[in-house]
């Protein structure tokens, strides 16, 4: 049974203060209290109207953790109603990795030995008061830490196949593509077509490449490897969930057909042999 009529209640309930409050906690206590009633099995259509305004509402407020893994499990549990096509994730996939970098505790830039030379002091980060965070904590802070990670891998891997708007797809040479974007002629016989969500992965790996080396330890060492644990995993379970919905198909397709009926994304979900690789 959807229940847009239901969510749509919930959401104008908590709309204004998400807009309009984002320098008090009202904002935080809407974002909670949408996170704890919001139903999630809605139409794609609902949600494709819904999303980007999630993602405006998201936006307000910057370096501020638990307000980021809120948004990102509404967007997890989104993704499963979602028709395949009905949305575009490129906006949210480059948010996802343009914040990783923070989340992750990635040291980008440096600092110069000329004390004479002004250095700017680094940006301040917000909190979600106790208070109210107690109706969505879990037990430790150790494993908010290890479950904000697995989500935004859940989301990247969820990306991989898939393009943005309807931009044309981008080739990347076989000998170029872990480090190289730049788009080559679909004449050359050496290149092979790379879908937007899979490139941009792909980038990031490159990126942090650097930060796995043996010497190179500090308080990176641990997300990123959490971090390269759950886009192991996630890949993984997409693999299988594509073939065994395969499977479904060629021996169940009744079956299959109401599983599909009810969480969409399950159709139309495999990553091409070459993006594996």
Known sequence: VLTDEAASEIWDMVYPDLINQTHSNACYRAVILLHLFFPTRCSSKFYVDIMPIWLQCWTSIDRCPEFDFLWINM???????????????????RRL???????????????????????????????IPSRLKT???????????????????KLLVFCCGKNDGLEEEVVLSSRSNETNADTVSSDNP????????????????????????PSNTGSWTFPLGVMLHYISFELCRRIGRDDSQATLTQTLPMLASTIAEVEPFKLNTRILDHEIV
Do not use: M
């Not at 979602?82 to 575009?88: I, P, R």
């Open 75 to 93: 967007f997890c549990r989104s993704r499963r109603f979602l028709k395949d096509g009905d949305y575009d994730w490129g906006p949210l996939r």
């Open 97 to 127: 990795l343009t914040l990783c970098g923070y989340w992750l505790q990635i040291p980008v830039g440096g600092r110069s030995s000329d004390k004479t030379f002004p250095r700017a002091a680094e940006a301040r980060s917000r909190n």
């Open 135 to 153: 109706f969505v904590r879990s037990d430790s802070s150790y494993q908010e830490g290890v479950d904000f990670v697995a989500k935004v891998a």
């Open 190 to 213: 050496t290149t092979i077509a790379v879908s937007h969500g899979t490139e941009d992965l792909l980038r990031f790996f490159s990126f942090v490449g650097p930060y796995f080396n």
